[in-house]
């Protein structure tokens, strides 16, 4: 059985379809297994792009409990859901079956129940280290490769490191050395958490590290 791609969005909550989101367009950008131009009726690149800010923007906004907020919230996920749907056709159509292709592309897999029930998620990247960057604002995260990983996926957050809502995508990288941070505010204590990407989907996150940007 050819693996597939997991469209299901609608089961994640705001939190998670932020991060899904923002993973498939950040791997999907310059990954040369999906060169652009993508072929109607998948968007743009910088199509996607947009939609994803502009639900993030209105997501900010209906914090405030609005209403009328919280219905362009409502329509801008519906907006962009539909777009992540129209590009996963073409993008199973060029991976032609290659699970490691597909994994690349930030969406979660569909597995088969029988030679699948057993796998068992990635284990946290080992030697996780977090350094101030070459500039200001920067940072540099360091883990050893995870067998298993196509890419490893990097969160942030201000707050309290053990409330999952306060963790934000920062980025995702194909290799897993010398992944850098930046435009991050200055004089602030930062959380850094990083984990692995594979086939079978996400895997376990490193403990977080505390380091204050200058």
């Known amino acids: 059985m050819q693996p597939k791609l997991i469209l299901n969005f609608e089961r994640l909550s705001e939190a998670d379809f932020q991060t899904k989101a923002g993973l498939i367009i950040a791997v999907l950008t310059g990954n040369p297994r999906f060169p652009e131009p993508w072929p109607t009726p998948a968007p743009a690149q910088a199509t996607l792009t947009a939609a994803n800010d502009s639900y993030r923007n209105a997501y900010h906004a209906s914090r405030t409990q609005d209403i009328v907020q919280i219905g362009l ?13 129209q590009l996963a056709p073409y993008l199973e159509f060029v991976a032609h079956g290659d699970a490691a292709a597909l994994a690349s592309t930030g969406y979660d897999l ?42 490893y996926e990097v969160q942030i957050t201000l707050g309290d490191p053990t409330q999952d809502a306060g963790w934000q995508h920062a980025l995702t990288a194909l290799s897993s050395t010398r992944i850098i941070l930046s435009d991050l505010p200055l004089m602030q204590s930062l959380w850094v958490r990083v984990r692995g990407i594979g086939i079978a989907g996400a895997g376990l996150w490193t403990a977080p590290v505390n380091i204050v940007v200058v």
């Open 110 to 151: 569909r597995r088969d129940p029988v030679r699948t029930s057993s796998v068992e998620p990635l284990l946290a990247p080992e030697g996780f280290k977090v350094q101030h960057g070459p500039h200001r604002g920067s940072l540099t995260v360091r883990v050893n490769r995870v067998a298993g990983a196509g890419s």
């Open 73 to 85: 919230r409502n329509e801008r996920r519906l907006a962009l859901t539909a777009m992540l749907r």
